[in-house]
């Protein structure tokens, strides 16, 4: 009996140092007030599209809670990146370019595992985000939170301080 | 040195050679596991600074190019042009230090075609750049819109060569994680089961041992029994025999001890006999020197000596010490306390042919012994 004991241990931690034990950060509505700024520096062109801070907060806004790679941790509120590209005027795309104030510039796939959770935040912990704390956006993957703190994908399309997105294709 | 500290040193020996090869298997495997992650990790990285060279090269490039749109000189067009070669050469290079990593054709396949985009695209500016002038009609539009391609191309190539290599590595280093943890468990599972099956061996034994005590001792006396009597007697006489060596067998009987019995109780004969087999055994201590409970209250002592006297000076002792146990044995009306009665025959003796002979004879000069008045040894002829 005592054997078929170990063995059953063995298993358990067989079967354990294969599962992955990742789970995403929830994504849910936020309906606690907005915070407000000068709405100096907030702007963000969408396909060529100004918008600034008051027509960010005007779409359907969430929240999101966890830690990031880079140190930061609380709760973010931002706009879906889906909503915000449809309102700038991108209903389809396969791939858009994503240009930070720092000149750093990716792409973003359609086909990207999480897009439709990824949040454009400007706000942390009821504050809005600085230049300086990764704002006035954050393009933030709430699915990939967990995973990237377990040492596992990439923080690549982590924008920070997101000022401009166009269209590619 | 003892069969069973042997079996036991061989175990104990076997376990801790095992145990340290296990440990030294799992540092070598970390180690390597170790030494594949980081090369992983290296060869992504020197991938990766290609691709940001790429995009800092394709900087370069934009801002010379802006220069030479906003002022068309000759010196500004030889420079966009050295730019734009320089950056031509990119998507060979990060062509073959992709081929480099061994990513599966499956992943790589969408990034080689925005390479060959990218190759194409900048061959067009250079040709842009080598066929027309920057004043010429519609030059302005083309190499802006050739620019803002580049750009899009390069974040995308930084962007999913960034996530293809990531998942690379990771897949790569989950696999080393899981077979390292894998290979660790098993090597642990290995030596608790070499565990278990040395102490069932040990169990084994120590009721092979066990069984095997209970097979050859008295169960009263923890002397050796009549079986064992039975085997060790026929060898050493053999033995004897054929060396014709110097052998004595002492036969001993309690004197009396039917009397004892009656007149004591069986738990005090039981006791008695207990206490002169415990004289056998400090006299019986030299290797080669044996002693048996026979059955009853009757012993037996098998003992090597250098000459024939030596029997007869231990038989001597036998008596006394037995004597000296003090046991009161009151219907003995000559001693008053327990004694016992020893016929002893003794090798060389030519009249001596069988182990049959030998053990007959000490009976015969026990007889003499008991009917010569008891408390005394007698040497068969």
Redesign the interface.
């Known amino acids: 009996m005592t054997?078929f004991r170990?063995l059953a241990v063995?298993a358990t931690?067989?079967l354990s140092?294969?599962g992955?034990g990742v789970f995403a950060a929830e994504v849910t509505p936020f309906t606690g007030p907005q915070v407000t700024g000068s709405g100096k520096g907030y702007d963000i062109s969408i396909e060529g599209k100004r918008l600034g801070l008051a027509d960010i907060q005007s779409l359907p806004t969430y929240q999101t809670t966890l830690k990031t790679a880079f140190g930061l941790e609380g709760t973010f509120v931002g706009v879906k990146l889906l909503d915000a590209l449809q309102d700038g005027g991108i209903k389809d795309f396969k791939?858009i370019?994503?240009r930070a104030a720092n000149?750093y510039?990716?792409?973003?796939?359609s086909k990207d595992a999480g897009i439709d959770q990824a949040l454009l935040a400007y706000s942390l912990n009821g504050k809005l985000l600085t230049l300086n704390d990764k704002g006035p956006y954050w393009l933030i993957w709430p699915q990939y939170a967990e995973a990237l703190l377990a040492g596992?994908?990439?923080t690549?399309?982590w924008s920070w301080s997101v000022v401009d997105i166009r269209k590619?294709k | 040195m003892p069969n069973h500290i042997r079996k036991r040193l061989f175990f104990g020996l076997t376990a801790l050679i095992y145990s340290v090869l296990c440990i030294w298997l799992i540092v070598a495997l970390n180690r390597t596991l170790d030494d594949a992650k980081l090369q992983m990790k290296e060869m992504t990285r020197s991938f990766l600074i290609d691709v940001v060279n790429t995009q800092s090269e394709f900087a370069t490039l934009k801002r010379q190019m802006n220069k030479t749109l906003t002022t068309p000189s000759a010196q500004n067009l030889s420079a966009s042009i050295t730019n734009q070669q320089q950056l031509a050469s990119r998507s060979s290079l990060l062509i073959n230090s992709l081929r480099r990593l061994n990513v599966p054709d499956i992943m790589q396949g969408a990034y080689i075609e925005e390479l060959t985009q990218f190759d194409t695209l900048i061959r067009d500016l250079g040709t842009l750049l080598n066929t027309s002038t920057p004043l010429s009609q519609g030059y302005n539009a083309k190499a802006q819109n050739l620019l803002r391609q580049l750009e899009y191309s390069v974040a995308f190539l930084f962007t999913e060569g960034s996530e293809l290599l990531n998942d690379k590595a990771n897949r790569h280093i989950k696999v080393l994680n899981t077979l390292s943890t894998t290979l660790s468990v098993l090597a642990a599972t290995v030596l608790v089961m070499f565990a278990g099956l040395s102490l069932a061996l040990r169990k084994v034994y120590q009721q092979k041992t066990g069984l095997q005590k209970l097979a050859t001792e008295d169960a009263l006396t923890s002397l050796r029994n009549r079986r064992s009597f039975n085997e060790i007697f026929t060898l050493e006489f053999a033995r004897a025999k054929r060396a014709n060596g110097q052998l004595s067998f002492l036969m001993l009987d309690v004197d009396r001890f039917k009397m004892f019995n009656d007149t004591y109780g069986h738990a005090r004969g039981d006791e008695a006999l207990v206490r002169v087999a415990e004289v056998l055994r400090h006299s019986m201590k030299r290797q080669g020197d044996w002693a048996f409970r026979l059955g009853g209250e009757e012993f037996g002592c098998l003992m090597i000596t250098e000459n024939k006297t030596g029997a007869q000076d231990m038989a001597k002792r036998i008596l006394a010490d037995v004597i000296n146990l003090n046991i009161v044995h009151n219907t003995d009306q000559e001693a008053g306390v327990l004694t016992i009665s020893i016929g002893i025959a003794q090798l060389p003796n030519a009249e001596i042919r069988s182990e049959v002979d030998f053990y007959r004879i000490a009976d015969e000069a026990l007889y003499t012994a008991k009917k010569s008045g008891r408390n005394r040894f007698c040497i068969g002829a």
Not at chain 1, 105 to 109: A, D, E, H
């Open positions: 054997y170990c063995i931690l067989v140092a294969y992955n791939s370019f994503v000149d510039k990716i792409t973003v796939m596992e994908g990439s690549v399309k590619i």
